[in-house]
């Protein structure tokens, strides 16, 4: 995820879901942060003022007592560093996870990794395999996607999704998206039951 993008249209999508089905987790927000230095803008010092001065943890706001954002020692996310990366995500939640159910919000770019592999803007398939099967019964998984250019782009998610998981998933169940104020996202909805 790209700091410069907090606050456009997608996040009011992103946070409704997110509020909708916290119903009293505790939320991990993982936002898989990458610093991208923009070409169009010609000063560094430009783009870090704006970007600096937005601070994910305000979204704590929504969930007194109940968020935290996951921060990899300030790095950021990058496939080189993804096996530790979700390594101590998981760890973190699971010391959440001692004294609440969670619900851990994935926030890559794009979303879950296509066929043709990973880049750093996509959710590799084994680190989303991973964090589900760390889940524990009553917590809750999503994970943000935004849209291929693809017809059919939400079919085709939910269709990957269950092939990467195994499982069988459902557009009414596990999909959350709102066309009024952003076509172009949706997101995976998974909560883990009683196996």
Known sequence: MRIRWVGDSRDYVKWDCVFENQAGRFVF?????RWKVDPSCKHRQVQDHFDQRKNLKQFGELFPGRFSV??????????SVADAYFQSAIEEFQTLRQSHKVL???DPDTGIQPGGGAEDEHLRKKDIRSV????KSGDKLIVYQHASRTNGWRENLLK???EVLKMELTQDKNLYFDERLARDVCFLVLEKSES
Not at 29 to 33: E, I, T
Not at 70 to 79: A, H, I, K, L
């Open 104 to 106: 851990v919000f994935i």
């Open 160 to 162: 990957h999704a269950a």
């Open 29 to 33: 927000y993982v936002p898989m942060l």
């Open 132 to 135: 589900w099967e760390a889940l």
């Open 70 to 79: 996951f921060d990899f020692d300030g790095r950021e996310y990058s496939r």
